[in-house]
């Protein structure tokens, strides 16, 4: 391993403690924000450390192929001290504001689709009740009056036809009809 090789595998090392620290610190704030339940931590461990590993390992495999020297492990530790002392807090702060910018931007969508969708189509549902109320109204008042002014008319038929019906013979369903008509106009009207 030339000399130019480990200097870049130690600054690849250096910058991996740098993100292994990152991710610690952004896995920590979510863990926080989400309100995460105690048997979770485990598995949110695991996976920081499995991604941890990832990333270790892919870096260590671009810079050197793979190989594992003990001055790899001081450049992570160089990289995680240097991350805590001097950026622990910016990225923090950073990750902090990812967060409200992402709420933000969740309030903001779900108002706009309340406002823009589900509203208008509450707003229609009741226009339409009411105009479907007052049209059952207003067809309810027509047919009152229809049937009142058609009333004498049906008497004055009846009286004229009175001759006629000892020579007809009325089927059964017809007086039933006949009957539940007349039951219907006098529960009606008798109001």
Not at 24 to 50: A, C, E, M, N, Q
Not at 53 to 81: A, T
Not at 103 to 121: H, N, Q, S
Not at 140 to 148: A, N
Request: glycine content about 6%; hydrophobic content about 60%; overall charge positive.
């Amino acid at each position: 391993m030339t000399l130019h090789v480990q200097f870049q595998t130690i600054f690849m090392m250096f910058l991996s403690g740098i993100c292994i620290g990152a991710l610690f610190d952004i896995f920590h704030v979510l863990s926080g924000k989400l309100r995460l339940p105690r048997w979770t931590i485990p598995i949110v461990d695991s996976i920081y450390w499995i991604v941890a590993i990832i990333l270790v390992f892919k870096m260590l495999i671009y810079s050197n192929e793979g190989q594992v020297r003990i001055f790899i492990f001081l450049g992570m530790g160089i990289g995680i001290c240097f991350y805590f002392a001097l950026l622990s807090s910016l990225v923090i702060r950073l990750t902090l504001i990812l967060i409200r910018i992402i709420v933000a931007i969740y309030r903001f969508l779900t108002r706009t689709v309340e406002i823009l969708i589900i509203k208008p189509i509450i707003g229609l549902y009741r226009l339409t009740v009411i105009i479907l109320g007052f049209l059952l109204a207003v067809a309810i008042f027509l047919y009152r009056i229809v049937l009142q002014l058609l009333y004498p008319v049906w008497r004055l038929f009846l009286w004229m036809t009175k001759p006629v019906h000892k020579y007809l013979v009325i089927p059964d369903w017809l007086k039933k009809l006949k009957g539940r008509i007349i039951a219907l106009y006098r529960r009606i009207f008798s109001k």
